[in-house]
């Protein structure tokens, strides 16, 4: 069947695509192949609209609950026109009131279980979203009875395709733990059961996860009834199947069994579209009921698009038919099966019709009781199903039939599947492939400290509540003023890593394969085992199982032992000859699906761990086979061939994309697909810089050689032919690969149909740089000028252009501001071009259009490119540019380009604006003001001039809406508009450098200052401008990016920890890292400049980190493979250690024989002597790092060694050697390093564990799921917190449908829910979802990445909340400790930890503890935010709080005075805040009297005295928690009964309203003004109207 599939593959991705990433998965047996969402077979289409048509969504209801779509749709037929809207207004109001309500504990019945979810604006033009409010009524009528807790919604909290959930194999009936936590929620069910689109689309098991694939077997299960939040009405067993239903299209006649219409004929689909199309047309003269989410009506949302499309760089394609907008509603009708396996009870088993049955195999091999058997089949009354069927095609499988589990003949395929599924059983918690980077495991410690205790929050909270339990003393480390930095803390030992051993060995027998005649006896495969007693046994893998031989390891023979204990499963097997076998087998499997699926499923890409446990390297079989047999691309899965990737990669970006479905499922491959390319690549680029691939040129020198692996080709990044002499040599070699990737990531988002970009991945390992491609079908078999036919191989001097290319590019123009241009050829020709000369096109085999060497698709950076005869604008010279750089590469960044263009056209709008007004003012001069001085080059004078007459425009918004309409309609080029706004226009567009009159649009030139390019006299004028642009442009990062940075970090808008961090706000910011220096040095000028250290601390370590880094490259050149950890170690040594003189050891081998290396020599890739790394000192190192940060970064480093770089800069040696580490990809040992020891070397080379390639990829994103992630974000800045609440649900259910379980966007998603959770007063949930994000984060980042310590840190609050307090402070520990090994003590993020440790310990009553923590908090604040600050002021609270607890009373009135200053001179006397600390003060003056008293009666009276007793408050729980929520920003809003009623009221009037206006039809901006009196939560300062229309 595989072949036969694989025939159709060319155009038809199958999920043979899909396949699984580890050559270990138990689903070789047959691959799972995907069903495209229900709905992309069923759906009705809507018209792709423009990409870009806005980031507001439009509002669309998702799911219906099951049974009553069609009394519905009936029911809106009866209803007389204008009862339909009231009838609208009542049920939606009621189900806006469900949040609420739920969370005060409404009886368990829910009104309507309705949501409304948003939906990417691209999924159809015009009036957005009018939708029929048919669909609304239909849904709030379908009410939904919550029969008990067990409906209670479950927010996302078992994604579909995660492993046994926390609640691990829990009895059929019962619900997994941590399910739905709590009875009183079940009315909540808006929150998450109606999920949304996402749920409904992806989670019936209709599109398979993108992660099936890839996770070891262990964990590949999709669990029944772990569905994400289901829209179902039946409890929580009926999981999701859906069927897809057209609701405007079945007023009864079409059922939920209706056959599939790709299956009906023709004609009669294009009747059922007419017939769609009028019932739609009459639903839709129902004014639509939809103005609920914040009084935006319809028209507003008309509105928001036109301002999308009006900025000039996002256009919307008007070819559209904005009117076949249709909402998928998919129904749910899950049923449960009953499994029978030989020798367990047969249990019951939740399924959907969707599902294949594939995945029924999947669930029992991964389940405790069931996880040994892989050689089986499932029979229905006899009739065995085949694996690929969908269940719902399979006739007589209903409610309740019985599958049997029957054994299956043993094939060779099948016994190697066997004998591996069962050697990753046994190491299924054994991290050593995490900790060696293989397979996509990564590690994660949070069990270890919550001691796997947060999903049952049930059992510790007994003991939480007693307060002598908690041992709260912080190891010493971690305490505030500490020096010592240990490092073994950073991978505590996991209890279960100490695996149980079930085998001493397990491992093929030198007697395979089975001659001839024991094959015909059905033997398939030998094994040898060692038992834990120590028995020596040979085990047969036969047709009928595994049984006993008696071969010895010398004696051949093969036949049965006596008992042979014959069994299906070689566990069974075992557990018979082995009696710790059977103990411990059984435990590990309790443990195994114990822990969390998050802990098991396999990353989308390999994180590398920088440090390792000596580890002890077991025996393994299938290790040992992987290692020598060609495990290319993980061909076992695709029969027959290694894997097309340059077909995969293209035949995904073809999918169609009509619709959410097709999106999701088309986004989902992409990504598959391209998680699978990079590490396939990363596999074939390590080999060969090892040695282990052949050249396909061998006879070349080695750096010109160029290979090709699993049909993927790779080159070394060296200067080959001379190519880049005139862009620098092998240093531009080395950089083209990554601005080439980054021009691939670009035209990839654009995502233009037709034009094609090759799969590129970039890998530095062992000092090389090795590029890897996929392979344009044919391009081997030509020369290369043949095939290009447009661009230019020779950097400008031959260049050839095609008008298909022209027509492809100019679509890729507008988003990427590209500008078309001429260049003249060698024979002195125009030649048009939409791209830089040297981006290729060449057309496949495949007839396909690819471009590659995209190195140069963003404007030069000036900056860094000194032209003769060119003057560079004042900013720049005044800070010492223009620079010679040593490569002529130097590209702007995309952020800086789209940065640059948005100031301009917020100038270009002033600027009109301005002009306009003066028009109407003063009719006589014109345009007086534009010729003043609005050429080109005084556009920077011009803008201050716009901005200081701000304040003007401000007051008359309607200057700039004019502008606006103006725009539009010269735009459309209207006859109507009279020449002096025309001019008005022309002059601003010309001020601001447009390259159009008539509308904003800006374009840069990629191909201005290239060497070699020439451009013809006719478009002279143009390249002056273009030249002007690009000046402006690089002056522009100079005065606005850089100060922009530094003030961010000032506000702390900006808190980076690490190198990586703040390299990724730089480049948010479009500022290249080869300003890192420019940007120190403006933070030394800046006048807060203490406020900045923790900045200043981290740029300057990175600036030696990356100075090293570039040294250390072309120093691992040199060295041979056996001489790796030596040459590391000393480099190290070199870089850190205060020994002054280290000594290299050279391997032994290389010194005996030295003639053996002579004909060697031409193997190694570098041409320097191979010992030449060992005579390095560290003064020579430091030297050339202080010589590399001047002539790379243009910034002075005072110092000559690491001791006085650590002195100077007041840098930490165990966060240089982690940033070091991390950049170049050594692994170091576990273990303290005493750096500071004179007399021995710090590093030896049994420290240097291994080197890890350092990969640069493409990251595919997940179009749909961002735009409801972000109008989620906006939705809960304005406060809607309940709809931002669907929403990020809904972004949830649909990154998890592209992406699988594990990504950095799904954590994201994770903990901004935890947290509205947390706030909607939901801390359970909170919790769950807290852990998740934690868990992820540690996995896809890193254990120590300053994400996972943010994330630990709100973990801490929500266990807080939840009453488990230690754990609370051991997270609060970790984070703390993280954060020291990660920076240091100094920084502003550490007031914020110490003010939570504080806390708690002041709840615990450790006050003395607590007071360490705080007071180093308040003298942090006090440096990073000025003693004057807020922030301050609330720290002199806390610590005063304390000293009240200790009746220390004149410390405390001492604090709580500086923070009552501060808040008078800041807020005033009468402020809430100043007045609260004004009755603290007086409270504590009383207890300070009060205690003087009673101390002056005992020295009065002696022992009789008569003594008043005082009043010592130990602090609550409520109080602590509630100071915990004020430093963590988090503002409870209360919702009284009186409020809930306000509301409903006002959601009425808004109805009404919006019917009145769209009554008059009236689209003018005066209603803005209505629209606003009806936005009661919306806070006046939120985002402007035109956008809160999401």
């Known amino acids: 069947m595989g072949n036969g599939l694989f025939a159709n593959c060319c155009r038809q991705v199958t999920d043979l695509i899909f396949q699984a990433r580890s050559s270990s998965s138990a689903d070789e047996r047959a691959p799972l192949l995907p069903k495209p969402p229900v709905s992309c077979a069923a759906g009705p289409d809507v018209p792709e609209a423009a990409p870009c048509a806005g980031l507001y969504p439009d509002i669309i209801p998702s799911e219906v609950v099951t049974g009553s779509l069609q009394e519905c749709t009936q029911y809106i037929q009866d209803l007389p026109e204008g009862k339909g809207e009231e009838g609208a207004v009542m049920v939606c109001d009621e189900s806006s009131q469900r949040a609420v309500a739920g969370a005060a504990g409404l009886p368990q019945e829910a009104e309507a279980s309705r949501a409304v979810a948003v939906l990417p604006a691209d999924l159809g033009e015009g009036p957005l979203g009018l939708l029929d409010h048919a669909q609304l009524l239909e849904a709030c009528q379908s009410c939904v009875k919550l029969e008990d807790s067990s409906l209670a919604p479950r927010c996302c909290r078992q994604e579909k395709h995660v492993a046994a959930a926390d609640g691990g194999d829990a009895a059929p009936g019962a619900r997994p733990t941590g399910q739905g936590h709590g009875e009183g929620r079940a009315a909540l069910s808006l929150d998450a059961a109606s999920g949304g689109l996402g749920s409904v689309l992806g989670h019936g098991g209709a599109a398979l996860p993108a992660s099936t694939g890839s996770t070891p077997p262990a964990q590949r299960t999709p669990r029944r009834g772990e569905r994400a939040a289901q829209p179902s009405s039946k409890a929580w067993d009926t999981s999701t199947g859906f069927v897809v239903m057209d609701p405007a299209a079945c007023p009864g006649e079409r059922s939920g069994s209706d056959p599939d219409p790709q299956a009906l004929p023709l004609k009669q689909q294009q009747q059922q579209k007419k017939k769609r199309k009028k019932k739609k047309l009459a639903l839709l003269e129902h004014p639509s009921g939809m103005a609920l989410m914040n009084g935006s009506g319809p028209h507003e949302s008309l509105k928001g698009e036109k301002d999308a499309r009006q900025n000039g760089h996002e256009e919307a394609d008007p070819g559209e038919d904005g009117n076949d907008q249709e909402v998928i509603v998919i129904q749910d009708t899950g049923f ?837 790394w060992a005579s390095m000192t560290p003064q020579e190192l430091w030297k050339n790092i202080c010589s590399e940060a001047k002539n790379y970064f243009d910034f002075s480093l005072e110092c000559e060694n690491a001791e006085q770089a650590a002195e100077v800069y007041n840098l930490q040696k165990i966060t240089l050697l982690r940033e070091i580490s991390l950049k170049t990809g050594v692994q170091i040992l576990l273990k303290e390093y005493n750096f500071d020891n004179r007399h021995k070397p710090t590093f030896t080379e049994e420290d240097i564990l291994n080197i890890f390639p350092v990969v640069k990829h493409v990251n595919p994103k997940a179009s749909d799921a961002f735009h409801f992630f972000q109008s989620g974000q906006a939705k809960v800045q304005q406060g809607f917190l309940k709809e931002g609440c669907e929403l990020i649900n809904e972004a949830l259910n649909l990154f998890n449908n592209v992406y699988g379980a594990m990504h950095v966007e799904i954590c994201a998603c994770l903990r901004l829910l935890a947290r509205l959770n947390y706030i909607m007063g939901d801390y359970s949930e909170a919790l769950s979802n807290q852990q998740k994000a934690v868990l992820m984060s540690e996995r896809v980042l890193g254990i120590e990445h300053p994400n996972t310590i943010q994330e630990y840190m709100h973990l801490a609050l929500y266990c807080f909340a939840n009453s488990q307090l230690s754990t609370a402070l051991n997270l609060l520990y970790r984070a703390r400790y993280l954060m020291l090994l990660v920076f240091g003590e100094d920084h502003p993020e550490m007031a914020l930890l110490d003010n939570n440790i504080g806390l708690v310990l002041h709840g615990v009553m450790e006050y003395d503890l607590s007071l360490r923590f705080l007071e180093n908090a308040l003298a942090i604040s006090s440096k990073y935010h000025g003693s004057k600050s807020l922030k301050v002021a609330l720290s002199h609270h806390l610590v005063a709080r304390v000293y009240e607890s200790k009746a220390e009373f004149r410390s405390a009135l001492q604090h709580e005075k500086e923070g009552y200053t501060i808040y008078k001179n800041q807020l005033g006397e009468h402020h809430e805040k100043t007045k609260e600390s004004s009755e603290y003060l007086k409270y504590l003056t009383q207890q300070a009297v009060a205690l003087q008293r009673t101390m002056n009666e005992i020295y009065k009276n002696g022992s009789n005295a008569n003594i008043m007793p005082l009043k010592f408050t130990a602090p609550s729980m409520a109080s602590v928690l509630e100071q915990l929520n004020i430093i963590n920003g988090i503002l409870f809003i209360p919702l009284s009964q009186k409020d809930l009623e306000n509301l409903k009221a006002e959601v009425q009037r808004r109805q009404q309203l919006q019917e009145s206006i769209k009554g008059s039809e009236q689209l003018d901006p005066e209603d803005k003004a209505v629209e606003k009196e009806a936005e009661p939560r919306m806070p006046s300062t939120a985002i402007p109207l035109t956008q809160s229309s999401a």
């Open 336 to 1172: 449960t099966v009953k499994i029978c396996a030989p020798a367990i009870e047969p249990f019951s088993l939740q399924v959907s019709p969707q599902e294949m049955v594939q995945e029924i195999h999947q669930v029992l091999m991964d389940r405790e009781d069931t996880c040994h058997r892989t050689c089986f089949s499932l029979q229905l009354d006899g009739n065995v199903l085949d694996n690929f069927a969908e269940l719902k095609t399979i006739e007589g499988l209903q409610e309740g039939s019985l599958l049997k589990v029957v054994e299956e003949p043993y094939t060779v395929r099948e016994a190697r599947i066997h004998v591996r599924h069962i050697r990753d059983l046994l190491k299924s918690l054994d991290p050593s492939d995490a900790f060696n980077g293989v397979d996509c495991n990564s590690l994660s410690f949070l069990s270890v400290f919550t001691e796997g205790d947060l999903g049952d929050s049930g059992k510790r909270k007994k003991k939480g509540t007693e307060m002598e339990q908690i041992d709260c003393t912080p190891p010493e480390h971690i305490l505030p003023g500490s020096k010592e930095r240990p490092l073994c803390a950073l991978q505590p030992q996991n209890r279960d890593w100490k695996p149980l051993q079930c085998l001493k060995v397990l491992t093929m027998s030198g007697w395979n394969p089975p001659p001839g005649n024991r094959k015909m006896h059905g033997d398939l495969m030998y094994l040898y085992v060692i038992t834990v007693e120590d028995r020596h046994v040979s085990i047969t893998a036969s047709t009928r199982g595994f049984y006993l031989n008696q071969s010895t390891a010398y004696n051949f023979n093969p036949k049965p032992a006596n008992p042979s204990f014959l069994s299906h499963s070689l566990v069974e097997l075992l557990n018979q000859i082995s009696p710790t076998f059977k103990k411990n087998f059984s435990a590990l499997q309790k443990k195994r699906v114990q822990r969390h699926p998050f802990e098991r499923i396999a990353t989308p890409f390999q994180v590398y761990s920088w440090t390792a446990p000596q580890a002890e390297h077991a025996m393994d079989c299938v290790r040992a086979e992987d290692a020598y047999t060609s495990r290319l691309g993980y061909e076992e899965h695709i029969p027959g061939q290694t894997r097309d990737w340059n077909e995969e990669l293209q035949t995904t970006r073809e999918l169609p994309r009509k619709n959410l479905p097709e999106r999701l499922l088309r986004e989902r491959a992409i990504f598959k697909v391209h998680s699978d390319f990079t590490a396939a690549a990363t596999r074939g680029a390590m080999a060969v810089i090892d040695g282990n691939v052949m050249a396909i040129n061998p006879s070349e020198e080695t750096k010109m050689q160029m290979f090709i692996w699993n049909n993927i080709f790779f080159s070394l990044g060296f200067d080959v032919r001379d190519h880049y002499k005139d862009f620098g040599g092998d240093v531009a070699a080395y950089v083209a690969p990554t601005n080439d990737l980054n021009g691939v990531r670009t035209y990839n988002a654009v995502d233009v149909e037709g034009l094609y970009t090759l799969g590129t991945v970039v890998v530095d390992y062992r000092g090389y740089r090795v590029t890897a491609q996929s392979i344009i079908p044919g391009i081997l078999e030509r020369e290369q000028e043949q095939s290009v036919i447009y661009g230019s191989i020779d950097f400008g001097k031959t260049v050839v252009s095609h008008p298909k290319y022209l027509e492809l590019l100019e679509k890729t123009s507008r988003p990427l501001k590209i500008q078309k241009h001429k260049v003249l050829n060698d024979k002195n020709e125009e030649v048009e071009l939409c791209s830089s000369v040297e981006c290729k096109g060449i057309i496949g085999n495949d007839g396909r259009h690819y471009i590659l060497d995209l190195l140069r698709t963003f404007p030069p950076d000036l900056n860094f490119l000194p032209v003769e005869g060119e003057e560079m604008p004042e900013e720049c010279k005044k800070m010492g540019f223009p620079k010679q750089h040593r490569h002529k590469l130097c590209c702007l960044r995309q952020e800086l380009v789209d940065a640059f263009v948005e100031h301009r056209y917020l100038l270009f709008m002033k600027l009109a604006a301005l002009q306009l007004m003066q028009q109407k003012a003063n009719k006589q001069e014109s345009s007086s003001t534009l010729e003043n001085g609005a050429s080109p080059e005084n556009g920077s004078a011009d803008s201050e001039k716009a901005e200081s007459e701000d304040g003007k425009i401000d007051d008359n918004v309607t200057g700039l809406d004019q502008v606006k309409e103006l725009a539009e309609t010269i735009a459309s080029d209207d006859g109507a508009v009279d020449p002096k706004s025309r001019e008005v226009i022309r002059n601003a567009c010309k001020a601001v450098g447009s390259i159009s009159d008539t509308s904003f649009d800006i374009r840069f030139n990629p191909d201005i200052f290239s060497p070699g390019v020439r451009f013809p006299e006719s478009s002279k004028e143009e390249v002056q401008d273009q030249k002007q642009l690009l000046k402006d442009a690089a002056a522009f990062l100079l005065s606005c990016q850089i100060p922009g940075l530094v003030k961010d970090c000032l506000d702390h808008t900006v808190l980076p920890m690490d190198g990586a961090t703040l390299a990724e706000a730089m480049h948010q910011r479009g500022i290249n890292m080869r300003y890192l220096g420019k940007v120190i040095n403006f933070i030394t000028k800046t006048p807060g400049r203490a406020q900045l250290d923790h900045i200043y601390k981290i740029g300057i370590s990175e600036l030696i980190t990356r100075s090293a880094k570039h040294i250390f490259k072309t120093y691992l050149q040199g060295v041979e493979l056996s001489g790796l950890s030596a040459a590391i170690s000393h480099f190290l040594n070199c870089f850190l250690s205060s020994f002054p003189n280290p000594i290299a050891h050279l391997p032994a081998d290389e010194l005996v024989s030295k003639k053996k290396n002579k004909k060697r020599k031409n193997r190694n890739l570098g041409n320097a002597d191979n010992t030449a």
